[in-house]
T-cell receptor, first 116, second 111 residues
Framework: AQSVAQPEDQVNVAEGNPLTVKCTYSVSGNPYLFWYVQYPNRGLQFLLKYITGDNLVKGSYGFEAEFNKSQTSFHLKKPSALVSDSALYFCAVTILSGAGSYQLTFGKGTKLSVIP | DAGVIQSPRHEVTEMGQEVTLRCKPISGHNSLFWYRQTMMRGLELLIYFNNNVPIDDSGMPEDRFSAKMPNASFSTLKIQPSEPRDSAVYFC?????????FGPGTRLTVT
C-alpha cells in the first residue's frame, strides 16, 4: 500500500522569506510524486511532478521540489514567498498500476499562510 | 482546452432526493476520477475509470452511490437517496500520463 504524510497542518511564513512544505511517502516500487495547490473554492491545480531523472524539479509559479530517495521525501520549496501563495498544498504519490492507470494517494494537505 | 467541466457547480437538495453530478473530462484523457472533499475527512477517492471501465470503486461509501461512464467524454455520479452526511464538494479529475487535472467541483448541500 502507498501512503503520503504531510506532517504540518499549517505553515506560516513571512512574505519574501523562503518556504518549505514537507512531504514524505511510502510505496513499494519507484514512486511518481506530485504537488498540487488548492485555492479557496477551487479545484486542485497541478504544480509539478517527479517521474525520474534530476532530483530537483521545477514547476509553476516559481515552486520547486526535491526528491530524496534515502529519506523518502519530496519537499516543496520556493525561494521567496508571496502573499498570493497562501493556499492549501497537497502532496501525492503513485506507482503505475497493473491497469495502466495512475491512482494517486494524497496527503491530508498543508495550509500555507504567507504573512505580509 | 476548457479543462475538466463539472455541473452543476452548486446543488442544494432535500434529504431523500436523487442527486446527479456530471463531469466532462479533458479530451483525449483516458482516466477519470471522482473525489469527495470535506473538512473532516479531507480528499477521498470514490471511484476511478480507465478507458471508460470502472477499475476501483472501493471508495464509494455505500450502495446509495453509483457512477457511470457511458463514453469517453461523459461521466455521472449519482446519489440516491441523498442524506445530510453526503454534503461535501465533489471533484472530478481526468488524466492521461500521471498528473490529474481537476474540475472546479460541485458543492452539494443536503438539508
Amino acid at each position: 500500500a502507498q501512503s503520503v504524510a504531510q506532517p504540518e497542518d499549517q505553515v506560516n511564513v513571512a512574505e519574501g522569506n523562503p518556504l518549505t512544505v514537507k512531504c514524505t511517502y511510502s510505496v513499494s516500487g519507484n514512486p511518481y510524486l506530485f504537488w498540487y495547490v488548492q485555492y479557496p473554492n477551487r479545484g486542485l491545480q497541478f504544480l509539478l511532478k517527479y517521474i525520474t531523472g534530476d532530483n530537483l524539479v521545477k514547476g509553476s509559479y516559481g515552486f520547486e521540489a526535491e526528491f530524496n530517495k534515502s529519506q523518502t521525501s519530496f519537499h516543496l520549496k520556493k525561494p521567496s514567498a508571496l502573499v498570493s501563495d497562501s493556499a492549501l498544498y497537497f502532496c501525492a504519490v503513485t506507482i503505475l498500476s497493473g491497469a495502466g492507470s495512475y491512482q494517486l494517494t494524497f496527503g491530508k494537505g498543508t495550509k500555507l499562510s504567507v504573512i505580509p | 482546452d476548457a479543462g475538466v467541466i463539472q455541473s452543476p457547480r452548486h446543488e442544494v437538495t432535500e434529504m431523500g432526493q436523487e442527486v446527479t453530478l456530471r463531469c466532462k473530462p479533458i479530451s483525449g484523457h483516458n482516466s477519470l476520477f471522482w473525489y469527495r472533499q470535506t473538512m473532516m475527512r479531507g480528499l477521498e477517492l470514490l471511484i476511478y475509470f480507465n478507458n471508460n471501465v470502472p477499475i476501483d470503486d472501493s471508495g464509494m461509501p455505500e450502495d446509495r452511490f453509483s457512477a457511470k461512464m457511458p463514453n469517453a467524454s461523459f461521466s455521472t455520479l449519482k446519489i440516491q437517496p441523498s442524506e445530510p452526511r453526503d454534503s461535501a464538494v465533489y471533484f472530478c479529475a481526468s488524466s492521461l500520463k500521471g498528473e490529474q487535472y481537476f474540475g472546479p467541483g460541485t458543492r452539494l448541500t443536503v438539508t
